[in-house]
């Protein structure tokens, strides 16, 4: 593998005088991650090495994985070897929780790979696919963040083979099988439908799959299959329902109010099972919370009902959206008013004057005295 100029070929080195002469499998080494490959891919933009032509102008000529140079000094020259390594093949995972933790099952996803057509180092220029779509993608934490990016659409044998998708597993992830086949790079994951009660609060996800290298338990560098990991954290399309107890008792005149009341919630009139307790330390309020918007694509109709009160009637007012009030009224009992008796004197019916039984007593006795003081007289006479 030595270049004779004069001759413009390769010869073997016994032709050349050269104080070092290299092979391939001498110079080849183990590259973590990397899997060496025998082709002809350029080194260059246009696929050359370079000698150095007449006057000191270099000519440029195809060649695999070999640069040749000159050295200063005439008679020797500098031969450069160029191996050529391939990114192992990785694979990815996607992780969809709720903002607690909990794995959500059955959300459906699409993968895509990211196309950069910037040069690389050995200018090397990726032809840019016909069918990419341009997507916008913005970060979690700020939503005015965002950044526009041009994918392409990877479609595994382990997907869907009706629209190339594939959906989470009962513990919330999804990773494909059979032996890695994604190149490392970076990629997107877009949310096409998720779960009730939960939302798309982000459609894509970009993440990346490194380069399949890492340290064994020695401590050592070593290929192995490290996959890109995908975080989607959905939250769920919660209501909160507020109910709320006002008393029309005459502020409690009677003794009857009890010392806490409960409340049940009912969905589409059917009980939940779901309680609520007032009671003046929450100030006769509280809240049914996290509770679904939907069921199978149609809003959920939410309602109350309380125990019975003995001795109340109530009166429920009110909806979810702005709370419910429950009114439990109950009127006083009003003692009736006491007859008026007659005393002994009776009533005097032509005046209207009653007197009393002592006024009574005194007249009787005058009328007495009187009626013997007359009798005393016609005796007399």
Same mark, same amino acid.
């Given at each position: 593998m030595n270049y004779d100029s004069a001759a413009g070929q390769f010869l073997d080195y016994g032709d050349k005088n050269l104080p070092y002469k290299p092979t391939f499998e001498s110079v080849k080494k183990e590259i973590p991650g990397y899997t060496y490959?025998?082709?002809d891919l350029p080194v260059e933009e246009k696929g050359v090495f370079d000698s150095? #032509?007449?006057g000191g102008i270099p000519l440029f000529k195809p060649a695999p994985n070999i640069k040749l140079s000159y050295h200063k000094q005439v008679g020797y020259e500098t031969q450069h070897l160029y191996f050529t390594y391939k990114k192992n093949p990785g694979t990815f995972r996607? $992780? !969809?929780?709720?903002?607690?933790?909990?794995?959500?099952? #059955? =959300?459906k996803f699409a993968l895509y790979k990211v196309v950069d057509n910037t040069p690389s180092a050995c200018g090397v220029v990726t032809e840019v696919p016909t069918d990419v779509e341009d997507i916008k993608v913005c970060d979690a934490t700020d939503p005015q963040a965002c950044a526009e990016l041009t994918a392409q659409q990877v479609v595994l044998d382990d997907f869907e083979t009706s629209d190339g998708t594939f959906v989470t597993g009962v513990d919330g992830t999804y990773m494909p099988a059979g032996e890695p086949s994604l190149e490392p790079g970076r990629y997107v994951v877009k949310e096409l439908s998720m779960p009730e009660p939960y939302l798309i609060s982000r459609q894509y996800t970009v993440f990346e799959i490194p380069i399949q290298a890492g340290k064994?338990? =020695?401590? $050592?560098?070593? *290929? &192995?299959?490290v996959? #890109?990991?995908a975080k989607a954290v959905n939250h769920p399309d919660y209501v909160n329902v507020l109910v709320t107890k006002v008393w029309d008792d005459g502020d409690d005149v009677d003794g009857l109010r009890p010392l806490k009341i409960s409340v049940e919630l009912l969905a589409d009139g059917m009980p939940t099972g779901k309680h609520v307790e007032l009671n003046a330390d929450n100030n006769w309020s509280a809240q049914f919370t996290d509770l679904p918007r939907t069921k199978d694509g149609r809003a959920i109709v939410y309602s109350v009902a $309380?125990? +019975?009160v003995e001795g109340y009637q109530v009166t429920v007012s009110g909806d979810a959206q702005t709370g419910f009030v429950l009114t439990n *009224?109950? !009127?006083?009992? +009003?003692?009736?008013?006491p007859p008026v008796v007659p005393g002994p004197g009776g009533d005097l019916a032509r005046t209207g004057i009653s007197l009393p039984a002592g &006024? +009574?007593? &005194?007249?009787?006795? *005058?009328g007495v005295v009187g009626a013997f003081l007359t009798y005393r007289r016609t005796i007399s006479k």
């Open positions: 490959v025998d082709n150095m #032509g007449s996607v $992780e !969809k929780t709720n903002p607690d933790g909990v794995p959500i099952a #059955g =959300a064994n338990d =020695a401590g $050592e560098l070593v *290929s &192995m299959t996959p #890109g990991v $309380e125990e +019975v *009224s109950h !009127k006083p009992v +009003v003692p009736p008013t &006024m +009574v007593f &005194m007249a009787l006795a *005058s």
